[in-house]
């Protein structure tokens, strides 16, 4: 339960409100973790908060973390200036199953900041390239300047990554594909019997992806979600993250759709 302290080693200021840090321990080890997983961060005495590691696992020196500032806890955060520290406990919770596709066609469905937590699964797999069929990126984004990691869809599409990104409204400047995310999964032109899925987004957007991909014949036992849920613990012992039988930051974020759809489907459970 004590934080570790980790020195902001470089800080780099993604859209209006969100920042990705390069964290190094103070002292001791680095973070060894698995795509999908999230550490309990801090900064000062406002509060520890959930965030995905959104880093690549295979150069495990910095704990990359990108961050919104959204409340007390996030907005201190993101105050933090490379030479100042920040708590880290963790890494936490369950991973996005990219063993388990290999030899599958694999859609990743991200939604704003959605995509930082998908992005060592990409990584991953981008560097295992040849044990995957289609590797398929749909994002979305309210607007061009929210996009995340632009500069990297370039890099993503040449090392054979389909990528396809849209917004829900731009200027006319903006030359790329308007409207909600879920209208790329038809543009995709998936085959159901081989794709496999991974979406991270508002819970909402997962739910419409989840449809869309149902629609186009994916099963639900191959879809995986990341969940957002209050955590304040994140081992498993405060329960402030349960939905139904299961605790959010020990069992997940990440999740089979199968199994949390019936949870999700009761309102306020
Ligand atoms: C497993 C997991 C991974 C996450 N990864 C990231 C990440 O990589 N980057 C990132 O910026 N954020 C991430 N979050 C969300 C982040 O934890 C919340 O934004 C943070 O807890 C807000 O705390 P706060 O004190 O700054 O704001 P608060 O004052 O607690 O809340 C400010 C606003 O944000 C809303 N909010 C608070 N917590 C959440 C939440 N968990 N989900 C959705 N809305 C929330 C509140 O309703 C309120 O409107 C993750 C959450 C979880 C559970």
New binding site residues.
Partial sequence: MVPRRFRVAAKRRDTADTWTFELEPAEGDTIRFVPGQ?TMLSAGGA?E????I?GDPHQPERLV????A??????AICRSEPGGSLGVRGPF?SAWPIEQLEGADVVLAAGG?GL??LRPALLTMIARRKRYGRLVLLYGARSPDTLMFPEEHVAWSESGVEVHVTVDSAGPEWLGHVGVVTRLINRARLDPARTSALSCGPEVMMRFVVAGLVDQGVATDRIHV?L????QCGIGHCGHCQLGPTL?CRDG?VYRWSQVAPWLAIREL
């Avoid at 959204?70 to 907005?75: E, I, K, M, S």
Wanted: net charge positive; proline share 14%; aromatic share 4%.
């Fill in positions: 999230f509060g908060v959930p965030i995905s959104s973390q990108t961050v919104r959204v409340g007390l806890a996030t907005q919770g900041i930082p937590p990341s957002e849920r209050n955590m959010v974020p």
